[in-house]
């Protein structure tokens, strides 16, 4: 296990400055609401993706106040990694940097992980695709670098494809001259679309671990049947995924040149959450769409350590709040067994079962 040490933020949000040492037992951070707490785990998470789990008009927003600058460094046993998101004349740019030497985002991605659970992980299931998507793809990311990789090249080819379909539309350019960018389009597409099916296909018996473990958990017994399903863009032709997306934009050139950007491709994909058959996102209630999101990060978790024999840092905000003394009482349990270094935030020193308060490092706020 590579043991996440320490953690010095400056200008991030509403924290100023602040020095925390973590040690081997559990985390746990008391303050009131609004004091920072949550931004605390926010700041690990952005030095490990490079970006937020909270939903965010511009990265700007992580600077505090009337600031030019927010600074997060992360000292983990094996090296530090440092975060600076800085804006100068409304020019906003991100920095990474890995033991002091000036490096890319999938350097950081790929050698720490992080894995979140706060309150509004539950969008994960209700929210926009584009929420999971990138919760996705910065699970895979920090798996596989090769994958960070062709989901940056897939970026830029798609934003160079937008350009040039919107130049065509306005003949300024001739449809010919999309082949290239198409080709490069569907090159990476097929790696994304592969390694993301082979994750799916994967995750399942690690959710029928979770489900079986948690069982003291959870009321329903419908939980034994819960099924992670990829729902990708395009329809599979066979299961020639690359003859299926070029057969598609072939199909739908014009359309394409109308609208001025790209209709398919691994930037439409999405996922659903399916109990006995139904989609949690519509049948669910609330505690269930919050307690399957839940159980879907205590599985990629379990599928991270399995699959790279290193252990992510598992970063838990507010969720005692929500859960009756019992539930408190079966969490804690789970996770002080679970061998995983954990961060965990409460508003109220109650929420947090003695167990889990007399073996962990409390830190307040």
């Not at 299926?244 to 040149?257: G, H, Q, T, V």
């Not at 079962?353 to 490092?361: A, M």
Request: proline content about 2%; aromatic content about 12%; glycine content about 2%.
């Amino acid at each position: 296990m590579v043991m996440l040490k320490k953690i010095k933020l400056k200008n991030y949000r509403n924290i100023s400055e602040i020095e925390i040492k973590l040690n081997t037992t559990p985390t746990i951070v008391i303050a009131p609401n609004s004091t920072g707490k949550t931004n605390l785990l926010e700041a690990i998470y952005l030095n490990v993706y490079g970006s937020t789990f909270k939903s965010i008009e511009n990265i700007r927003e992580v600077i505090g106040a009337d600031l030019t600058y927010a600074k997060v460094n992360l000292e983990w046993e094996d090296a530090s990694t440092e975060v600076v998101v800085s804006c100068i004349d409304d020019y906003v740019k991100k920095n990474y940097f890995y033991n002091s030497k000036s490096t890319n985002l999938s350097k950081l991605s790929s050698s720490h992980s992080a894995i979140v659970f706060a309150p509004n992980s539950v969008d994960i299931i209700s929210g926009d695709p584009a929420l999971r998507r990138q919760d996705l793809d910065n699970f895979l990311s920090s798996i596989s670098k090769d994958y960070h990789k062709a989901l940056s090249a897939y970026s830029k080819v798609l934003k160079n494809r937008n350009a040039l379909l919107k130049i065509i539309r306005e003949n300024k350019a001739h449809s010919q001259q999309l082949n290239f960018w198409t080709e490069k389009l569907i090159e990476n597409a097929l790696f994304i679309f592969n390694e993301r099916v082979r994750f799916f296909d994967a995750i399942t018996p690690f959710i029928e671990r979770v489900v079986k473990e948690m069982n003291i958990f959870l009321k329903f017994e419908d939980y034994k049947f819960l099924k992670l399903v990829y729902m990708p863009n395009v329809q599979l032709a066979g299961v020639d995924y690359k003859a299926s997306l070029k057969a598609k934009f072939d199909e739908n050139l014009n359309k394409e040149i109308m609208v001025g950007k790209t209709l398919y491709g691994v930037h439409k994909d999405d996922y659903s959450l399916f109990i006995q058959g139904k989609n949690i996102r519509f049948y669910g209630s609330r505690g269930q769409q919050r307690l399957t999101t839940l159980l879907i990060k205590l599985a990629q978790i379990q599928y991270f350590k399995d699959l790279t024999q290193k252990d992510p840092v598992f970063l838990i905000d507010d969720l005692m709040s929500e859960l009756d003394s019992s539930n408190r009482d079966n969490i804690s349990n789970y996770l002080l067994s679970s061998d995983v270094q954990f961060i965990l935030t409460t508003a109220e020193r109650f929420e947090i079962p003695e167990n889990l308060f007399e073996k962990s490092s409390i830190i307040w706020l």
